[in-house]
């Protein structure tokens, strides 16, 4: 018999944000994808599919460490959107804006996973710390990477 999913700490409050964060982005990245034009339109809608094909990865281990805490990841669009720190594309960006917006979100996440880290660590859960230890290091790559493009 399984266990009833309801256990609830401040880690998997701050991953369930993750998840949230992730959702969005992963959509958001995807309307950049398809909309970005201009004569950057080539290398940029290449980056935008890389960077939600991630976004999605990082979305499923967020989801499944909650699960494996035997807690319950959100998994509804609102959900999503009401727990999120990350806003929705507005459809209207420039390529410009549309990089300036990923380094912001990705500032962002960035920020909030290393409350995630240091709320894991208290609670001496590794697992949980390196997850996104390991998620940071990549977005901090890539906002110094989507930042010389800006340059």
């Known amino acids: 018999m399984s266990k009833v999913l309801t256990k609830t700490t401040p880690v998997t409050e701050i991953l369930n944000k993750q998840v949230a ?12 994808h398809w909309y970005v034009k201009g004569e950057n339109f080539f290398t940029l809608h290449i980056k935008f599919e890389e960077l939600y094909t991630e976004a999605g990865l990082h979305l499923d281990v967020v989801a499944e460490r ?3 805490l035997q807690s319950k990841p959100t998994a509804t669009l609102k959900e999503h959107l009401a727990l999120s720190s990350i806003k929705e594309a507005k459809g209207n960006e420039s390529a410009t804006q549309m990089v ?4 912001e979100d990705f500032e962002t996440i960035a920020k909030e996973l290393t409350q995630g880290i240091e709320a894991a660590e208290e609670q001496k859960d590794q697992p949980s710390a390196d997850m996104m230890i390991q998620i940071r290091t990549s977005l901090e790559k890539h906002i110094w990477m989507l930042g010389a493009y800006l340059a």
């Open 100 to 103: 300036a917006q990923v380094i």
């Open 66 to 68: 909650i699960l494996s």
């Open 21 to 32: 964060n992730w959702s969005v982005l992963y959509a958001k990245l995807h309307n950049f």
